[in-house]
């Protein structure tokens, strides 16, 4: 009998492939660290070996799957984020699509600033907190 993969085991094999990605193809400069509380919505702090004094939080969304849109595939990730919700210069999301029968990320593959990805995100849609953010983050690919 075949079971999905959940979202919590997709989440624990996203993070686990990232922190590889990173230390790989930086050639270990790069330090990715998990923080023990999650209290500012980020997956890992990464910072370059033996230099601490600077950091870049990351949060991981990421998708199994590819929706068709004409002739492209889209990647479409569905999240909801309560307030506040924090735009940091060096808070940033790592977008990605997730092939599980290849074990890895595939394009699409996006680093954004959350200045960026907050602005462009769907505000005030759903329950009852119009100061969360909802929303559908989709790049085309062909």
Do not use: C
């Not at 230099?51 to 999240?79: C, D, M, W, Y």
């Not at 680093?111 to 759903?126: E, Y």
Request: positive net charge; charged residues 25%; aromatic residues 10%.
């Amino acid at each position: 009998m075949s079971m999905a993969v959940t979202n919590t085991q997709q989440g624990v094999i996203t993070e686990a492939e990232f922190a590889k990605v990173v230390m790989l193809t930086s050639d270990g400069r790069l330090v990715p660290a998990r923080p023990l509380a999650d209290d500012d919505r980020r997956d890992f702090e990464i910072h370059i070996r033996r230099h601490f004094l600077e950091s870049l939080a990351v949060q991981l969304k990421t998708s199994k799957v590819l929706r068709p849109h004409g002739h492209s595939r889209l990647l479409q990730i569905n999240f909801r984020m309560a307030a506040p919700i924090v735009t940091d210069k060096r808070l940033w999301y790592f977008l990605a699509h997730f092939d599980v029968k290849a074990m890895r990320f595939t394009d699409p593959v996006f680093l954004v600033p959350s200045g960026f990805f907050h602005k462009h995100a769907i505000h005030g849609i759903g329950r009852e907190d119009p100061d969360a953010i909802q929303g559908q983050h989709g790049a085309g690919f062909a």
